[in-house]
């Protein structure tokens, strides 16, 4: 496959802007909400943020380039007609774009709430350790830890879930004035 490869004669200049832009809009969104919500300080919500968003965008670009190739010659003509000239020429793509567009919200959640969870426990402190147990019944040693856990793992999803959400949200905005 890589042999095939060959660098663009023309780049999609707004598309790269755009991507930038994304970044700069979603990290400080997500930013503020992992340290309200999750209680990070300032640096290590900022870096949370980032982290994941270019681990996620970086992602997202390689299942595209990925996916392009197999794609039909129309929808190929349909993408390079709205990267570069931002409009379609058939109306019902624009219904297939929702349906793509909440496919990639949904997987970017996940993208997102999976490397904030691997973020979160490698570079936590306990990190890789296994935890001494002390002298303790089983059976409390279970009730004090597993509604920890469960606890912790739902704030993350649904911290994520808001973060993501107002991101979006926040680009859609930007989209919505920038076509007016």
Do not use: C, H
């Not at 802007?17 to 990070?40: G, H, Q, S, T, W």
Request: aromatic share 16%; no cysteine.
């Amino acid at each position: 496959m890589l042999e095939n490869f060959t660098l663009p004669r023309l780049l999609p200049i707004g598309v790269m802007l755009f991507n930038i832009l994304f970044f700069l809009v979603a990290i400080p969104v997500e930013a503020y909400v992992f340290n309200r919500r999750l209680k990070f300080d300032k640096k290590t919500s900022i870096f949370y943020a980032t982290a994941i968003n270019l681990f996620s965008g970086t992602l997202g670009w390689i299942i595209f380039f990925f996916l392009e190739p197999i794609l039909s010659p129309e929808i190929k003509s349909e993408l390079i007609n709205y990267v570069f000239f931002n409009n379609f020429r058939s109306t019902s793509t624009q219904a297939s774009l929702i349906l793509t567009t909440f496919i990639i919200f949904f997987t970017t959640f996940l993208m997102k709430f999976l490397f904030l969870q691997l973020f979160v426990f490698t570079l936590s402190e306990d990190g890789w350790k296994r935890p001494e147990i002390t002298e303790t019944s089983q059976r409390r040693l279970l009730r004090r830890s597993i509604p920890g856990i469960k606890l912790q793992t739902t704030n993350l999803v649904t911290t994520t879930l808001i973060a993501n959400s107002l991101s979006y949200s926040a680009i859609t905005i930007i989209l919505l004035i920038r076509n007016r």
